[in-house]
């Protein structure tokens, strides 16, 4: 696992964007897995600038999203659809049939689980994006979740539900449920970049790189990972063993 401390929110944005964009111009087929969240905003703002500036093309770039909540609708504000659409796929040339996302409306969500799961088999993520979750969760793994999972239906820890219950008008309008891919297939990616900002973060970030690998703090699953990188501000990263940087 390789750690890069950055200055501030702006270079982590930057550094992670830079890994993405060479992933694509070595590759320009490649296959990403995007993440959601505040913290990929800044990120997903200068590949829209490397875009425009023609130094980037997704014309034959293909996605797979983490995960989507159950219960909102794709047009809704809050779902995870809504989000890359408006931060990064509208912006870009990426050609919508090449994106996947969890589709979230059945009666049989198992199915839909299974669905997604066969396709992220059937295709391999060359460049995984990961943000982390204050409880230490990837994706939508939370704590406790078996680290052998492939996609599955989680029912969300109250910490999550309190964390992005900033982006709801009330924490009763958070899904309770949603889709995720699971450790699993987050392992299977050849390259990971996980990117972690502020304060609310650190100790998040400690057990992930420094502490015992287990399923209590799902990301340190990735310290077994043979090509992931930590991109962290240092605020995040105040409390990293100096070995580790
Ligand atoms: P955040 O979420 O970027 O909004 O902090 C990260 C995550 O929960 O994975």
Do not use: W
């Not at 070595?26 to 130094?55: C, F, H, K, M, V």
């Not at 919508?96 to 997604?116: F, H, I």
């Not at 990188?229 to 940087?245: F, H, M, P, S, Y």
Request: glycine content about 6%; proline content about 4%.
């Amino acid at each position: 696992m390789e750690v890069i401390v950055c200055n501030n929110y702006q270079e982590v944005s930057m550094k992670a964007a830079n890994y993405v964009i060479k992933e694509i111009i070595l590759n320009p087929e490649t296959t990403l897995g995007l993440a959601t969240g505040s913290t990929p905003i800044g990120l997903y703002q200068n590949l829209i600038d490397a875009y425009r500036n023609n130094l980037v093309s997704f014309e034959d770039v293909h996605t797979f999203n983490l995960d989507e909540y159950i219960g909102l609708p794709k047009d809704h504000p809050q779902s995870y659809y809504s989000f890359m659409y408006h931060n990064l796929f509208k912006h870009i040339n990426i050609n919508l049939n090449n994106v996947n996302m969890p589709e979230n409306e059945s009666n049989n969500l198992d199915y839909l689980a299974k669905e997604y799961n066969n396709l992220l088999c059937n295709n391999t993520i060359d460049l995984q994006i990961l943000g982390i979750g204050s409880n230490g969760h990837i994706g939508f793994n939370e704590p406790g979740t078996p680290l052998s999972n492939e996609t599955f239906i989680v029912e969300l820890d109250e910490q999550t539900r309190l964390d992005n219950s900033r982006f709801f008008m009330s924490i009763d309008e958070v899904p309770t449920h949603a889709i995720t891919m699971g450790i699993k297939n987050i392992m299977r990616s050849k390259k990971i970049i996980l990117i972690a900002t502020g304060d609310s973060k650190k100790e998040a970030l400690y057990k992930a790189v420094n502490g015992e690998i287990n399923s209590s703090h799902p990301a340190s699953i990735l310290q077994l990972h043979p090509n992931c990188v930590v991109i962290c501000d240092q605020e995040a990263g105040t409390l990293l063993e100096k070995k580790t940087l």
